[in-house]
């Protein structure tokens, strides 16, 4: 059949697509003004760049950049009951306190943890909770209880920026609220 050859080359055909998204979504185009081809321009423009980055994971979102950036550390801990009362204690990778490879590696569960903490995301957390239950099970003392504990602080801004902390703020998540909790019946 001769028609497009791009569906012989998928890989291409995903290469072709991610650089027409990232020069779609960087062309202004009829993006100034309040007429009708403005408003489309920038719903198509957003639209087709968006789908891409999403499908593939590589949207990251803006929440970190101004003008509004986040004044908050969060985490989150997942602390696993054994039968014989043995607690485990699962927190969130901190990317800066591993080798950037591994970093790399980790990012997506990373991300993962750090999305399952939002109210949003009720729905994934028995599951959650069931994942991590599957992963630190052992049939001779099974987990019988895990909580999912939120944890964060509010990043302070030093009065001198030159001025040195007593130790990483990153460390500093003071304040905690378990949002889910199981327990085996």
């Known amino acids: ?9 998928p890989l291409a055909a995903l290469y072709i697509g991610v650089i027409f998204s990232i020069i779609a979504w960087g062309i ?4 100034e003004g309040d007429h009708p081809l403005a408003r489309l321009g920038k719903s198509w423009q957003k639209h087709v760049s968006s789908v891409p980055f999403r499908y593939l994971g590589l949207w990251q979102g803006w929440a970190m950049f101004a003008p509004n950036p986040s004044k908050l ?11 014989d ?4 204690i699962i927190s969130m990778p901190r990317l800066s306190q591993m080798p950037k490879w591994e970093a790399y590696k980790r990012e997506r569960h990373r991300k993962f943890l750090g999305n399952l903490r939002k109210d949003s995301q009720k729905a994934t957390w028995p599951r959650a909770a069931q994942y991590f239950r599957g992963l630190h099970d052992d049939p001779q003392n099974p ?3 895990i909580d999912l504990i939120r944890k964060w602080s509010s990043v302070k801004i030093p009065k001198d920026p030159k ?3 007593d130790r990483p703020q990153h460390t500093y998540l003071d304040k905690s609220y378990m949002f889910y909790s199981w327990e085996k019946q």
């Open 1 to 9: 059949m001769k028609g497009i050859k791009v569906l012989k080359y």
């Open 28 to 31: 202004p185009l009829f993006n």
């Open 73 to 83: 550390n969060l985490g989150i801990e997942i602390i696993l009951e054994h039968q």
């Open 85 to 88: 009362r043995q607690i485990k």
């Open 143 to 145: 987990i019988v209880r």
């Open 163 to 165: 001025a040195s902390l």
